[in-house]
């Protein structure tokens, strides 16, 4: 079946940088879409999540947009911190099904 | 509020023997997913549960199953384990079945030897 997938499998940024995170989709059915972060030795945690009715949204230091006609969706991480070195997932889902499918997820490392 | 829960942790069994994993999901959620997280595959969906009935299956032999009880808490078996099934097995909850939020557990690493 479709899956999400992601364009970077590792991203090192400086302390204090702005981080972006994509991934692409290619299920035009998908209308719910989050981003979750996970630490080592945790399970994943909510960031963020954005309905296909939306292009974007906000959150505290985070931000997510969303391009339904390239179905493309991007993390950005503003004044990014080593607190945030983490595996960043995607995850979509289709309309009219509760399962959330993952994507391989992207590795973010923060130098101080 | 407490967060979801699973039981055990850490756990290694040998080939062919079978394994149960505990989740207890937050209070008042009652929809329980199961995830089978590895390095290659990332995360694979094996079922979810809403009140006590499976909802959703995901691509996982008959080896795998599940269950969940009238408190929402959920169980997951792995019988005839094969050195494959070493993985993360992650829990999630959220209050009913439908596109909404996932909450995560810690997980319970399972090492088949």
């Known amino acids: 079946g479709e899956s999400v997938g992601l364009h970077l499998p590792t991203l090192s940024v400086q302390e204090g940088d702005n981080s972006i995170i994509n991934c692409a989709y290619s299920?035009?059915?998908?209308?719910?879409f989050i981003w979750y972060k996970q630490e080592s030795g945790k399970g994943p945690q909510f960031i963020i999540d954005?309905?296909?009715?939306?292009d974007k949204r906000q959150g505290q230091r985070v931000t997510v947009l969303l391009n339904k006609t390239v179905k493309h969706l991007s993390l950005q991480i503003a004044a990014t911190q080593p607190g945030d070195s983490a595996v960043y997932f995607c995850?979509?889902?289709?309309?009219?099904?509760?399962?959330?499918?993952f994507g391989k997820g992207t590795m973010l490392l923060v130098s101080p | 509020k407490a967060g979801v829960t699973q039981t055990p942790r850490y756990l290694i069994k040998t080939r062919g023997q079978q394994v149960t994993l505990s989740c207890s999901p937050i209070?008042?959620?009652?929809?329980v997913s199961w995830y089978q997280q590895t390095p290659g595959q990332g995360l694979q969906f094996l079922f979810e549960?809403?009140?006590?009935?499976?909802?959703n299956k995901g691509n996982f032999p008959g080896r795998f199953s599940g269950r969940q009880f009238s408190n929402s808490r959920s169980e997951m078996n792995v019988s005839t384990l094969e050195l494959g099934d070493s993985a993360l097995y992650l829990c999630?909850?959220?209050?009913?079945?439908?596109?909404?939020?996932?909450?995560f557990g810690a997980g319970s690493r399972l090492t088949v030897l």
């Open positions: 999630a909850s959220r209050i009913d079945s439908g596109a909404n939020v996932l909450t």
């Open positions: 299920n035009s059915a998908s209308d719910y």
């Open positions: 954005i309905r296909s009715n939306m």
């Open positions: 995850a979509e889902n289709i309309r009219g099904y509760s399962t959330l499918t």
């Open positions: 209070s008042g959620h009652r929809s």
């Open positions: 549960y809403f009140s006590e009935t499976q909802r």
